[in-house]
């Protein structure tokens, strides 16, 4: 009888048994990304986002945990763009989206459609994130934000012509001031394209000439209706306008990034006109006040000036001026005629002096001497011109005989009486031996007048 413990723990299994299937990794990966595709096509995940980085593709990748577990994600670029807050690590969300195997390393993943936060809204989010950017970067200290004008003459108003903030502004104005200017840039206020026109309409204002002041106008609204003034692009655009700028959005309680931004937050677009510029009948009566204040405060001051001229007219030290003033005016006097008389006597002397100068000059009898230096010149030239003639004709007559022997001497007279150089083909040796040269050698045959270009046919000793 077989012993139990005698019999091997596992039944040997053939090297190839009939009906078994073997899955290459590959082919099993696919199959479990397609089944859970088809089970998990769209599910919503709650969880901690961790190691989000956002890739040069535009392409988040991120990690989805709890206490327990943890499930990659990525979000294409295109669901980023979409997304109305950033994604950064720690924030708890609910991603939506499906379930996909990343073949390469057989990881299960989710890819994302939408994120939104867990517990506070998106929107909430996003404009709690780009408030602290933009205060961070400065854009909200009161150092950097202009002072409205006095008297504006032409404002800029953007907003919606169909809304009833563009008609409060317009009320109060006219009550205010009825021949302000005013000059309206429309633009939609909510919507996915509200942001971009609000940018252009402030930007065709700033272009407008003459605009004192512009006003960012809209009614009250919820944060969705408000969006469009919590986006990043319109709050750029007002921190950098160079004409100051009033945000009048929602009612008394609410804010938006554009308040935060513009150099005046005015509650309502009402509260806003009536910021822009006093009311005329306010403003006339304060000049009236000024004006009267101004010649009160003139009159004070011609009342003050005179009691400073009358006590120093009693005072001690002013009784006796007159006199003193005419003392001083009797020494003047006297000291300029004693200076009268110096000056005259000393131009007296110049004058005696000058004239004994003259006589002195007349004896010398300077045009004399003049014409005895001009025939010494006269001499001294002449003989100079014969001089230089002498030494002319004798350089002259050297030249002549240095080129008479230097011609007897010349290559080129012996060419001229009919002889002639014969050289090799490159001119660089004097052929004077018929040995030098071999037949059908090429020669060059230098001559008085001309070369030749010969071929040796024969040659003689």
């Known amino acids: 009888m077989t012993n139990l413990f005698d019999l091997p723990a596992e039944r040997p299994t053939p090297s190839t048994k009939k009906g078994r299937h073997v899955w290459a990794v590959s082919e099993l990966t696919i199959e479990i990304r397609n089944l859970l595709e088809s089970k998990f096509q769209e599910i919503w995940v709650g969880g901690e986002i961790s190691n989000a980085r956002v890739w040069k593709t535009g392409h988040l990748y991120f990690t989805l945990k709890d206490k327990n577990s943890q499930l990659r994600a990525v979000m294409f670029r295109s669901a980023v ?220 001051n011609i009342q003050y000036k005179r009691s400073n001229v009358h006590h120093l007219e009693t005072a001690a030290g002013f009784i006796g001026l007159p006199s003193r003033v005419a003392m001083r005016g009797r020494q003047i006097s006297e000291t300029t005629h004693q200076l009268k008389h110096l000056l005259n006597n000393q131009l007296i002397r110049r004058e005696r002096r000058l004239h004994e100068l003259t006589i002195h000059l007349e004896t010398l009898d300077i045009g004399r001497q003049l014409s005895h230096l001009r025939n010494r010149l006269l001499n001294a030239n002449s003989q100079l011109i014969n001089k230089v003639k002498n030494i002319y004709h004798k350089r002259e007559q050297r030249l002549h005989d240095a080129s008479g022997r230097l011609d007897t001497l010349s290559p080129l007279a012996v060419l001229a009486r009919g002889y002639s150089v014969c050289w090799n083909s490159k001119q660089s040796l004097i052929i004077s031996n018929s040995n030098d040269v071999v037949i059908g050698q090429d020669i060059h045959v230098k001559l008085h007048h001309g070369t030749l270009d010969c071929k040796v046919k024969r040659a003689t000793k």
């Open 81 to 300: 763009r979409a997304q109305s807050f950033k994604v950064n690590d720690g924030q708890q969300v609910i991603a939506r989206g499906r379930i996909s195997v990343y073949e390469p390393k057989g990881e299960y993943q989710i890819i994302c459609e939408h994120i939104e936060p867990h517990g506070v809204g998106a929107l909430q989010l996003a404009f709690e994130q780009l408030k602290k950017l933009l205060e961070n970067e400065g854009l909200f200290d009161h150092k950097r934000k202009k002072s409205l004008p006095l008297l504006p003459r032409k404002i800029g108003i953007v907003t919606s012509t169909d809304g009833a903030a563009l008609k409060d502004i317009t009320n109060v104005l006219r009550r205010r001031h009825p021949n302000l200017h005013l000059v309206v840039s429309p633009t939609r206020v909510q919507g996915e394209q509200a942001a971009d026109e609000i940018v252009q309409a402030i930007t065709k204002l700033e272009t407008t000439k003459d605009i004192d002041v512009i006003i960012l106008a809209r009614g009250g609204g919820s944060i969705e209706d408000l969006q469009a003034f919590n986006t990043e692009t319109v709050a750029r655009t007002i921190a950098n306008c160079e004409i100051p700028t009033i945000s009048a959005v929602g009612h008394e309680t609410d804010y938006t990034i554009s308040d935060f931004v513009a150099d005046l937050r005015a509650p309502t677009p009402s509260a806003a006109a009536e910021l822009v510029i006093k009311q005329k009948t306010e403003i006339i009566t304060k000049i009236s006040h000024l004006i009267v204040r101004m010649a009160s405060d003139v009159r004070q």
